[in-house]
């Protein structure tokens, strides 16, 4: 065996098949008194118990989608992964990187509350909602405490400069920044910072973003916003428009599209920047393509010129000339 598949091999045996799908809400029961378990299947709409575990051998089997594998396989077919993607989200429930940025997460949270500017720089953003500003875990992350903090917490400094949470000369990466943490499923997989002084705008970890942006709560729409930016979808809830999803920034991965599918007949309203310089449309109908082909309906957003969609609520927009907008959004 080389060393990948030992790696794989070890991977599977620490993250047992049943666990992860009773973690994961499944209800199975045992058939006889040997390793099988049956239950309804995960995988596709399934009203009579078709999907089968062999907990000795760490494999399924669905009898009415055919389809079966292992955990590896499993994780692919129900969150639409790629094999390597897949890997990669197993390795991280395994790794303690999503329960460090979690505390990170935390920490940068309650400083929000500690100094001003945080929740200052959010107002003038437009972003007031207190109760939305807990929902999305929003924080602020002032520079020089969070070594001390974690390392209490007994991360390791080495730890911290390889999350890339600590530069190498010592201050936090996000000093000065608001922090949106990014979520999958129930774990953090990376954070958001975004300047509010003149340092470079936003910054994340050198790390994967992750599916979009909240998609656990966005899927159930049927109609869904795809915008640019977090602060785009931070004023975008607030108004009322909980459909409104990100992929930070104009460029969707393969899961990502993958999530967007999920639903056939989904419409995508893109409502990307207006930019003077044409980026932000650009981006747009270079991803038209890409929706088109896999079969969703796309509109596009006609903001006023220059305007985000962050900018355009700042500058007075309800969320009624929203509504206006997306009613006369271009169908392509
Ligand atoms: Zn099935």
Request: hydrophobic share 40%; with cysteine; charged share 20%.
């Amino acid at each position: 065996m080389d060393a990948m598949s030992e790696d794989l091999e070890r991977l599977k045996q620490r993250i047992p098949l049943l666990e992860y799908l009773q973690r994961h809400h499944w209800r199975g029961h045992r058939v006889g008194t040997g390793p099988e378990f049956a239950g309804l299947c995960p995988l596709h709409e399934d009203t009579h118990p078709s999907f089968y575990i062999n907990a000795r051998k760490n494999l399924f089997y669905c009898h009415g989608c055919r389809r079966g594998g292992d955990l590896i396989r499993f994780v692919e077919l129900s969150r639409h992964l790629s094999f390597r993607e897949s890997v990669a989200y197993l390795q991280e429930e395994l790794a303690p990187t999503a329960q460090l940025l979690a505390h990170t997460a935390a920490f940068y949270q309650l400083e929000l509350h500690r100094y001003p500017e945080g929740v200052q720089y959010l107002a003038e953003r437009g972003v007031h909602d207190a109760r939305l500003i807990e929902e999305l875990g929003i924080g602020y992350a002032r520079g020089g405490n969070l070594r001390p903090h974690l390392q209490a917490l007994g991360y390791s400094l080495e730890r911290l400069l390889e999350a890339g949470l600590i530069g190498p000369q010592g201050p936090d990466t996000f000093c000065r920044r608001v922090i949106f943490p990014c979520r999958q499923q129930d774990h953090i997989v990376n954070l958001y910072g975004r300047s509010i002084g003149n340092a470079f705008p936003h910054r994340l970890l050198p790390r994967s973003k992750g599916g979009l942006f909240a998609w656990e709560s966005v899927r159930q729409f049927r109609d869904v916003i795809l915008v640019e930016g977090l602060f785009d979808l931070a004023v975008l809830w607030q108004a009322g428009f909980r459909n409104t999803t990100c992929a930070i920034g104009t460029h969707l991965t393969p899961a990502q599209l993958a999530q967007l599918r999920e639903n056939p007949d989904r419409c995508v309203y893109i409502a990307f920047d207006q930019d003077q310089n044409q980026a932000g449309q650009n981006a747009a109908n270079s991803l038209l393509p890409c929706l088109d082909q896999a079969g969703l309906h796309v509109r596009l957003v006609d903001l006023p010129a220059g305007q985000d969609p962050n900018s355009y609520f700042t500058a007075g927009a309800t969320a009624k000339d929203l509504a206006h907008l997306l009613e006369e959004a271009a169908s392509l």
